[in-house]
């Protein structure tokens, strides 16, 4: 079965502060994976996505992450966070299994506290 | 607005009695999703459809649950005889998979359920 670990519950952040957000997933073959983002009162985004191909995949608003197959890790990073950012960020895999991509499994999220 | 409609937004009900959630996918796409969300942690998934098929069903979910999606387009939750522990936000998600490849949900605001 598939899961996702984000180690991070909580983090605080000030303006311009380097962000990275761990996520490591449990499925050693084709996976997809996925950050979505959660803004205060707002329904859950697609930040980006990880299908195949190179490793390292931008998304909106400044975001990248880096897809490590040998580490299982989707790490999410930004050079320069802002107050905007203040979200709740969910990383989330699905697997390839036998009838194709089926279900997407999310992690228990991590909550960014920017401060101006 | 062609996004994923939710309805009601919140719902308060007495114990043991029944509810039912609506969801409208955006409707170019094939997949429709249930997921729970309670405080601090991750969406956790119910059930999925692909057109009208419900193709898994989570184990969390009781024989108190049922969901439908008549016709392959809006789907709807049924919970009977609520519980205090179904208090939770609901999520309706849509999907367009194309052979393999699932390309990412499309999230809707959610219906909040508070059982009292």
């Known amino acids: 079965a598939q899961s996702v670990s984000q180690h991070n519950h909580h983090v605080i952040l000030s303006e311009a502060a380097s962000l990275e957000l761990g996520c490591n997933y449990s499925y050693g073959g084709t996976v997809n994976l996925f950050w979505y983002v959660q803004y205060p009162g707002q329904h859950l985004q697609l930040l980006l996505k990880y299908f195949s191909g190179d490793p390292l995949v931008k998304g909106i608003k400044g975001f990248e992450a880096e897809f490590i197959k040998s580490k299982f890790s989707f790490n999410l990073r930004k050079p320069s966070v802002q107050w905007s950012d203040t979200a709740e960020y969910f990383c989330?895999?699905?697997?390839?299994?036998?009838?194709?991509?089926?279900?997407?499994?999310f992690g228990t999220g991590t909550k960014l506290q920017v401060i101006p | 607005d062609t996004g994923v409609s939710q309805d009601p937004r919140h719902k308060i009900t007495k114990r043991g009695q029944n509810v039912t959630f609506r969801c409208d996918p955006i409707?170019?796409?094939?997949?429709l999703y249930w997921y729970r969300q309670t405080l601090g942690q991750g969406p956790e998934f119910l059930t999925y459809?692909?057109?009208?098929?419900?193709?898994?069903k989570s184990r969390l979910l009781s024989d108190r649950f049922s969901a439908e999606r008549p016709k392959g387009s809006f789907s709807t939750l049924e919970i009977q005889r609520t519980e205090q522990g179904d208090s939770a936000m609901y999520l309706c998600a849509s999907s367009q998979r194309t052979g393999r490849h699932d390309y990412g949900y499309t999230f809707g605001s959610g219906t909040r359920l508070t059982v009292v």
């Open positions: 989330a895999v699905n697997a390839d299994l036998s009838g194709g991509y089926q279900k997407v499994t």
């Open positions: 459809f692909q057109n009208e098929a419900q193709l898994e």
């Open positions: 409707s170019e796409h094939n997949r």
